[in-house]
């Protein structure tokens, strides 16, 4: 988040007494733009969590959606006041008694902002801390959306490990020690992890992650990454920053929250910092010259109480739809699975795009559950993003409003996807897109 929009910050105090309670009211530090909760919001910070967090409105990303519109309801009034990481209860100013009042005076919050963070020199920083890249591999090879993980970690400034586990993980191995920035690999050659089970792959990071006294332990927000470090902090007892799209600093980072409708910029003080990282925010480090040692990781043999029985898995020649670079998207517009298929595909062929739906699309069986975008689905942010009878609700936008052009055809020129579109089409789809394609292949 740029320092530019300092200014409009919303300050959330962070109430700390000697066991955490107390009053944020809402009069000296509301949502700009916003009228006035008729409540105070009572914060109550979870004892796992950290009191030092602040909130900024989204004015800097393109497409976002202006304050008033983020913010007007009263949740996300509330939202903006408290970060997730505090439980937030509504209650009638009237009920606070006169002694709860003066104890919330008595308590004064004490402000802890993202920037009164320490930079350390990067010779301190190489002393003290040492970062841990979690790499997926599938069938012996090196999953490459799962290097965004390095990208994130050499941000932070001191060395750069990487874990690969699983059958045949040598030449894994040997492809990650390609990627730069990384100084060494840990190698753990057993059959057991090579489905990713967070039953038994969890015991097995924490002992490595202890061997090597990491800081800093990172793996891309993918089902494998979203599936194994809750375990691994619930296990090192650390509180897990989730899908950070920027790193500040060893201990600040940056990630949205509410759908993506508000930013948090979030300092963790535990000892090890388990971090997941947008795909779409850390470009994957690239495997070229690099020249890492590879060492064996300790293997703890885990039991795992769950057994890998069958995958059903997707199989498409189309890119992939997480890191195309061009994505055309399809709604609930399309009225058909027959529809959807005879127009998006051929769309798709034209561009050379991977494909995309809106929830409702999905759900209604024009397409496949993978090719959910949005909140609940994939997160891309492809160079081109084509949407097809998508009406554009906020869920959707979660999963491709960071696009670089977006391009709408929708035939209701209120729908709010032309609000966040870079190119807009009025018109009836089943007209417009055959129309685009035949230009597509004459041109
Ligand atoms: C907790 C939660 C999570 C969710 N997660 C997601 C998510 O991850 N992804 C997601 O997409 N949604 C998600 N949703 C659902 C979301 O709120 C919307 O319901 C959904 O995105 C709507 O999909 P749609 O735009 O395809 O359908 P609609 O909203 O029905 O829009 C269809 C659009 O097609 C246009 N249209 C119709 N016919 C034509 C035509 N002939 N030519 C041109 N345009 C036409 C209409 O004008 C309309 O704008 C979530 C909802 C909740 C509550």
Request: hydrophobic letters at 40%; a positive charge; one cysteine or more.
């Amino acid at each position: 988040m740029p320092r530019a929009v300092a200014g409009r910050r919303l300050r959330r105090r962070s109430i700390e007494a000697s066991f955490q309670v107390g009053i944020a009211h809402h009069l000296s530090h509301r949502v700009p733009d916003q009228p006035r909760s008729p409540f105070p919001i009572l914060c109550l910070p979870s004892p796992f969590l950290r009191p030092s967090h602040s909130l900024s409105p989204r004015s800097d990303q393109p497409g976002s959606l202006p304050v008033s519109d983020r913010t007007s309801s009263s949740s996300a009034h509330r939202a903006a006041l408290c970060t997730p990481f505090h439980l937030h209860l509504q209650i009638p100013y009237t009920m606070l008694s006169a002694g709860a009042r003066a104890f919330s005076a008595l308590t004064r919050p004490r402000f802890t902002t993202a920037s009164t963070t320490t930079l350390r020199s990067p010779a301190a920083l190489r002393r003290l801390l040492s970062a841990l890249a979690i790499l997926e591999q599938r069938n012996g090879k090196l999953n490459q959306g799962s290097l965004s993980a390095v990208t994130a970690a050499a941000k932070l400034g001191g060395p750069v490990h990487a874990f690969v586990a699983g059958s045949n993980v040598k030449a894994v191995a040997e492809e990650a020690a390609k990627v730069e920035g990384v100084e060494k690999i840990i190698a753990v050659e057993n059959g057991a992890y090579d489905k990713g089970l967070p039953e038994n792959y969890a015991p097995l990071l924490v002992e490595n992650i202890k061997k090597g006294g990491y800081t800093h332990i990172l793996a891309s927000a993918t089902a494998f990454g979203k599936n194994l470090l809750p375990r691994v902090s619930a296990l090192l007892d650390s509180q897990q920053i989730s899908d950070i799209t920027a790193i500040e600093s060893e201990n600040t980072f940056v990630r949205p929250i509410y759908a993506g409708n508000a930013i948090a910029t979030v300092e963790s003080t535990d000892a090890i910092k388990i971090i997941t990282v947008r795909g779409t925010a850390f470009a994957p480090a690239a495997v070229g010259s690099g020249s890492a040692s590879v060492e064996d990781g300790v293997d703890p043999k885990a039991e795992s109480t769950t057994e890998w029985v069958s995958e059903d898995l997707a199989k498409s020649d189309r890119p992939d739809l997480s890191t195309a670079e061009k994505v055309v998207s399809g709604g609930r517009g399309l009225k058909s699975k027959e529809e959807f298929d005879k127009i998006m595909l051929p769309l798709a062929d034209s561009l050379g795009a991977a494909v995309g739906a809106s929830r409702a699309a999905v759900d209604s069986g024009y397409a496949d559950n993978s090719l959910q975008v949005g909140q609940t689905g994939k997160v891309v942010a492809p160079q081109l993003y084509l949407a097809v009878g998508i009406s554009g609700a906020i869920q959707h936008l979660a999963g491709m409003k960071d696009s670089k052009v977006i391009v709408a055809i929708n035939k209701d020129p209120e729908a709010p996807i032309f609000q966040v579109a870079d190119v807009g089409l009025v018109g009836d789809l089943f007209e417009k897109v055959p129309e685009l394609i035949e230009k597509l292949k004459s041109a």
